[in-house]
């Protein structure tokens, strides 16, 4: 018996003589005893002594070995500590009873040193078998708890980096599935500093850790060149570059990203991996636009391809974009979504603002339904909204270095080929965004800056027409002849200067916009004709807006807008 | 005395069991037993069927314990009668019972050299 662990074992028998026999039995077998005489010392001693085992005579004065075991029962819980009835008792209702009130075992009188020590024997296997299921369970318990502990804090960690951006304006609509603390899914969406917005959704190949560490790099690299006035291309891009860098072979980002331009009512889009973007125009029909591309993370830069398409999108028409798990949700008659489903169901549906609500019922009803959404839904929808009613507010930007560039200039001259590849803006803007306070206008200097320079390029340099892009095909011939031109440019550059002075409340910020080009005749320009009708023009009703003035020099090839800020009380806040 | 008084072997098992304390495992079994067989007789005149039955029954499982095999199976008899509630039936004064453990307790001390 050297291996037996030394367990205590309660005996309780009325009879002297009997229990003097069965204690003699126990202990020669190794273990130590604790001796009761009725069932009320039987639960007393149990509290005292924490017997492991309990061999338990049913017929006693006082309390019984029933109501003994009952109570026993009732005050181990979880533990283990099994009852073996000793009884004279043999038939089958006082059996039942043993059984009953609790017992495991019984044990017949006379008694047998050979059935004891198998019976204490086996019932001692049970314990370690309880006792090391019950240390794993709590150690899987504790786990569990760290895990959802940490899950917490990531996740908290996780949507201030991936924050959802600009998703709670009014012209967008989304669900995120609540399932888990990381689903897989991306979604951002954040205002462009020259109007518009960009609105990305991403959903990784699995789940939890791997594709949360996987979404904070492109939240970080989407927010940053969204804000800094990159464009689409570059965003996707970048965020390519990235997770071809950091993700293991097998892991990848299927995704969409729309660029939405109210002022010219267009979308620019790409679509990698993900399942058709829809777009709902405002005559009933459904355009999908399907994946071009390879997901994002799988191609090196070299062979990625950020081409986007482009296509008209009307005030009232809403674009859809949703991760797989879409096929999850039923329609009306009960029958699941394919993607076909949808678009059928999008094509039928004659009252767009319900088919947000719809999807959202489908899915909290598949959530109550507890149907398995491991894959679950992420569902967005943007309608498009006329630029006039687009929320002014600024994004909230902290600022509270208050130390920087306020009094400077610089120029910038691009040549030839450069007019065409590199985009000017965002490196501009992180200049200015040097002047502390000035941040806040980020919006404004963008749009004056694009203004300018596109001015500068399109009409400028490339004596473009505006007027084409009135026609509906006007848009494509627009483009066509840009970068035909573009490609063709020669002997020219553009001249870009800035030039900021700081006062007491703010400041002013001077624009210069030279280019090479034939000049025009601006002395023909109506500064009060509406934007709205005039958006193919050069944009000056809204310069004329946003600065305190704006002049044309020489042939009208040197444009100079002066912008005046003031800090605001707000600005002091944050 | 192998005989339906006394299982030999069985008690013979007990003794080599207990060895030193078996003498006083004896002397603990037959004053137990009395007083339970004056517990009985008590519970007979006080009509505590409840109380009856308990003792009739530890009577009954000590005496198997070592062995007695007609004294336990007069103690079933009885405590059958008992919980079939026919207790007014019983003999008052025990008689069989009596007479059989005073048989048993001779032999016991004879055994245990007390």
Not at chain 1, 381 to 400: A, F, G, Q, T, Y
Request: aromatic content about 8%; some cysteine.
């Amino acid at each position: 018996m050297s291996e037996t662990p030394q367990l205590k074992i309660l005996i309780t028998d009325d009879n002297i003589a009997d229990c003097l026999i069965i204690n003699k039995l126990v202990k020669d077998q190794g273990y130590q005893t604790v001796v009761a005489h009725n069932g009320l010392e039987a639960i007393d001693l149990f509290l005292k002594e924490q017997p492991d085992i309990i061999l338990m005579d049913a017929l006693m004065p006082k309390m019984d070995g029933f109501e003994a075991a009952k109570k026993i029962k009732s005050l181990v819980k979880d533990d283990f500590v099994p009852i073996i009835f000793l009884t004279s008792l043999n038939d089958d209702v006082s059996l039942v009873s043993c059984l009953e009130a609790g017992g495991d075992d019984f044990l017949s009188k006379p008694y047998s040193s050979i059935v004891i020590a198998a019976k204490i024997q086996a019932f001692t296997r049970m314990i370690t078998l309880h006792r090391t299921v019950q240390a794993q369970r709590d150690e899987i318990t504790r786990r569990n708890e760290y895990l959802l502990q940490e899950q917490k804090i990531a996740k908290n960690i996780f949507d201030n980096v991936a924050h959802l951006g600009c998703l709670g304006a009014e012209n967008i609509k989304h669900l995120l599935s609540p399932m888990s603390v990381f689903n897989g899914d991306v979604l951002l969406a954040s205002r462009k500093p020259s109007g518009g917005m960009i609105v990305f959704l991403g959903d990784f190949t699995g789940h939890g850790l791997p594709a949360a560490i996987g979404a904070m790099p492109i939240a970080e690299i989407f927010y940053d060149l969204v804000a800094k006035g990159f464009g689409v291309e570059k965003i996707i891009h970048d965020i390519n570059q990235k997770l071809n860098t950091i993700l293991p072979v097998g892991f990848f980002c299927c995704a969409s990203i729309i660029d939405i331009n109210y002022a010219w009512e267009r979308i620019k889009l790409w679509n990698g991996g993900l399942f058709d973007v829809l777009l709902k125009k405002n005559d009933g029909r459904v355009l999908p636009f399907k994946s071009l591309h390879l997901p994002l993370g799988i191609l090196s830069a070299e062979d990625f391809n950020t081409e986007c398409v482009e296509c008209d999108m009307k005030v009232g028409e809403r674009v859809y974009l949703f991760s797989d798990g879409i096929e999850v949700l039923k329609d009306q008659e009960g029958k699941a979504f394919s993607l076909n489903g949808f678009a059928d169901f999008l094509l039928k549906n004659e009252n767009p603002d319900e088919i947000f609500s719809h999807i959202d019922d489908q899915e909290k009803l598949s959530f109550e339904r507890n149907i398995s959404n491991i894959d679950d839904v992420t569902f967005v929808e943007v309608l498009m909204i006329s630029e006039e009613i687009v929320s002014s507010k600024h994004e909230i930007v902290r600022n509270s270095d208050l130390h920087g560039a306020r009094d400077w200039s610089m120029s910038f001259e691009m040549f030839n080929q450069t007019i065409c590849d590199f985009n000017p803006i965002p490196l501009m803007l992180h200049i200015t965004m040097e002047v502390p306070e000035l941040r806040v206008f980020n919006h404004d200097v963008c749009m004056i800056l694009s203004e300018l320079i596109t001015n500068g390029i399109d009409h400028g340099l490339l004596g473009l027409d505006s007027s084409l892009k009135n026609s509906a095909n006007g848009f494509q011939h627009y483009y066509d002849l840009r970068n035909e031109r573009l490609t063709n440019l020669s002997g020219e550059s553009l001249h870009i200067s800035l030039r900021h002075l700081p006062h007491a409340t703010g400041g002013v910020l001077v624009i210069r916009v030279v280019d090479t080009g034939a000049g025009f005749d601006y002395d023909a320009i109506d500064f009060d004709i509406p934007k709205a009708s005039q958006i193919s023009g050069r944009g000056i009703p809204l310069l004329t807006k946003l600065c305190e003035s704006i002049i044309y020099e020489g042939n009208g090839n040197t444009a100079e807008a002066v912008y005046r800020w003031e800090k605001t009380q707000d600005n002091n806040l944050l | 005395m192998n005989s339906e008084h006394l299982n030999k072997t069985q008690i013979d098992e007990l003794a080599l069991m207990l060895s030193d304390e078996f003498s006083e495992f004896v002397r603990i079994f037959i004053s137990h037993s009395e007083e339970l067989i004056s517990s009985l007789k008590k519970q007979l005149t006080t009509n505590d069927n409840e109380a009856f039955i308990i003792s009739i029954h530890s009577l009954k499982g000590s005496c198997r314990n070592i062995g007695a095999e007609l004294l336990a199976n007069h103690c079933l008899q009885i405590e059958i009668e008992a919980r079939n509630d026919k207790i007014a039936s019983i003999d008052p004064e025990l008689t069989n019972i009596c007479a059989e453990f005073k048989k048993l307790k001779a032999t016991l001390i004879k055994l245990a050299r007390i």
